[in-house]
């Protein structure tokens, strides 16, 4: 199987490589992890899943074939990279200003003269790009998947025709989306919808979505905002997060970012009681083996579920998201 390597964006320490390798697992039939490093990963599957994977990821810059990766004190081996027929352009990424003393424009230089002899150059309408990542190593690949990254700004919280001040950015509702391993088709419920930030990513993704809240007011807006988008709710009611197995059935997967106490309205409940009866209501509601994807302002352990990964977001003074995946035992 062809070798694909993934720029990841670097926005988070350990996410950003956390959401690629899932989408790889969800998407494929078979697939290997052979590398991962800062700002990559190098992983090896079919070519027919290129486009799915690149159709649901929000972390990672582009990806595409793998064509090696070099010592920067000795560049021997780069007379062996060979790309197809066709113009080609070289472009420069270096990694949080890794290896600042290596001049990029030597390195783009010697690239261009071995590729040059077998292919013309065409800095503005290249058939190939050839991205060179400059990180713990030279790492060279072949831009075949390049990620438009600039469409989740487009649905960040004041794009929509209602909205409050509180909401996570799409990217990071899409990579939470994208750790619980669901697929298109699959059924996901977010049991405090807000405004709808999270079932709008999932709508997006093809995924049957049910959302909820206590707040008629919310549902009502998620439901204007999914239209704007031209998106469809699988299923939708005002609930308690206590009453969501009362009125649907197993879920894929849940999908939350519930209020923090601060400046959301609690309705006079303690939020620590709120989350413990939502951690209930998860496990009665998932299918075996299922996942939930829920960010809390601090960690959550709990018993009934399985935490398999926590992810930290800093997000201003004390304030930190913890983007937890837990997964229903079997």
């Not at 831009?143 to 989740?152: A, D, E, G, K, P």
């Not at 669901?182 to 079932?199: E, H, N, Q, R, S």
């Not at 059935?249 to 939350?256: F, N």
């Amino acid at each position: 199987m062809p070798l694909f390597f993934f720029e990841l964006s670097g926005e988070h320490d350990t996410m950003c490589a956390a959401e690629a390798v899932r989408c790889i697992e969800t998407e494929t039939d078979s697939f290997c992890i052979v590398a991962q490093g800062p700002g990559y990963i190098i992983g090896s599957f079919d070519d027919k899943f290129s486009i799915p994977i690149a159709n649901r990821i929000s972390l990672t810059r582009c990806f595409g074939h793998y064509l090696g990766s070099f010592d920067v004190n000795n560049l021997l081996n780069v007379d062996s990279i060979k790309i197809p027929e066709g113009s080609f352009a070289i472009r420069v990424k270096r990694f949080k200003g890794m290896m600042k003393s290596i001049d990029s424009q030597v390195i783009i230089k010697k690239l261009g003269d071995i590729l040059s002899k077998k292919n013309d150059v065409d800095l503005e309408r290249p058939d190939h790009e050839v991205h060179i990542l400059i990180s713990d190593r030279l790492h060279i690949f072949l831009n075949n998947n390049m990620i438009n990254r600039n469409i989740f700004e487009t649905r960040k919280i004041g794009k929509r025709p209602f909205f409050s001040p509180i909401s996570i950015h799409p990217k990071y509702a899409r990579a939470l989306i994208n750790l619980t391993g669901v697929k298109k088709g699959d059924t996901i419920l977010d049991p405090f919808c807000g405004t709808g930030g999270i079932v709008i990513e999932a709508g997006l993704m093809g995924v049957k979505v049910i959302a909820s809240d206590f707040d008629p007011k919310m549902i009502a807006g998620t439901l204007e905002n999914m239209n704007h988008y031209g998106l469809n709710m699988y299923d939708y009611d005002v609930l308690d997060v206590s009453d969501i197995t009362k009125r649907f059935d197993d879920v894929d997967a849940v999908v939350t970012d519930p209020p923090y106490g601060r400046s959301t309205s609690t309705g006079g409940e303690s939020i620590e009681s709120i989350y413990k009866r939502a951690m209930m209501s998860f496990n009665d509601i998932l299918k075996p083996g299922g996942y939930a994807g829920v960010i809390f302002p601090n960690p959550i352990d709990d018993s009934r579920l399985i935490l398999q990964q926590m992810f930290i977001q800093k997000v201003h003074g004390s304030l930190s998201r913890h983007y937890h995946i837990f997964e229903k035992r079997a």
